[in-house]
């Protein structure tokens, strides 16, 4: 940010505010991770204007920014190379999101069948 204006006119500040968004955006921030000018100014959409400042903080971290830190480092790539073998044995686990094949069973439901009754 070149020069931040110091007047009260709503104009200027919300062209102060403008000036940041821009900077923001030079230094690396995501675009969809910025607010509107009127989010901050009016106040409107302050949890916008919350995720932009948590994403400048994390893309400050990330260009080395030695300061006082707010929330956690951006994560980095961590590729993984897997063979053939490994896929193969992979597709015959059965996930957790398909449910489990130990445990509770249907052995001893009678679903369909007659009660019987002794007595």
Request: glycine letters at 8%; a positive charge; one cysteine or more.
């Amino acid at each position: 940010i070149k020069a931040i204006n110091p007047s009260k006119l709503a104009f200027k500040q919300m062209e102060n505010i403008n000036n940041f968004l821009k900077a923001a955006e030079v230094y690396g921030v995501s675009n969809s991770e910025l607010f509107q000018t009127v989010d901050l100014y009016e106040k409107k959409n302050m949890h916008q204007v919350l995720i932009a400042l948590m994403s400048l903080a994390r893309r400050a971290q990330s260009n080395n920014f030695n300061g006082p830190v707010i929330g956690p480092k951006e994560a980095t790539k961590c590729p993984r190379e897997f063979s053939e073998e490994q896929l193969r044995e992979g597709k015959t686990i059965i996930g957790l999101q398909m449910g489990t094949n130990k445990g509770a069973t249907q052995s001893g439901q009678n679903f369909g069948k007659t009660r019987s009754i002794l007595d």
